[in-house]
């Protein structure tokens, strides 16, 4: 399994080919705390070898600066099938809706994509009070 991509955004859809706004943003600016947010996006796509074949856990986490999860807003199970004709792989595209996340202190964060048990990627982010130029 490889990670072609995986990054943050206002708004994903992958139900066609992958669309996506506001692409890798790396903070949330808030005047005050707490906040939460409306939504925004995690996007990831998963390339597999024709040998990955079958069902794989999935999950999303958002942790503190500290490591601790105070969000799992996804988890689930993706099916794995044989690629495609012509093709030696073939590759899934996730985009997790993160909606009405809650943060009481401004810092580091992250989300953090997670197969199998095993940590695959970790996108991080800020939650600041201005916007600093």
Known sequence: MEIDFAFLCDH????GKLQALGIGFDTIYSPELPY????FFAVMRLRFSSV?????DISLQVIDDHGGKIAS????VINVADPP????????????DVHSMSFESYGTYAV??????????????GVATTIIP
Do not use: H, N
Not at 52 to 56: D, F, Y
Not at 73 to 76: D, K, L, Q, R, W
């Open 36 to 39: 939460t947010t409306a939504r």
């Open 52 to 56: 990955e074949t079958g069902s794989k």
């Open 12 to 15: 994903a859809d992958s139900s």
């Open 112 to 125: 953090v994509w997670v197969c199998q048990g095993s940590e695959l990627k970790r996108v991080p982010f």
């Open 73 to 76: 807003p996804f988890a689930g």
């Open 85 to 96: 004709a012509g093709r030696m792989d073939s590759a899934i595209a996730l985009t997790i």
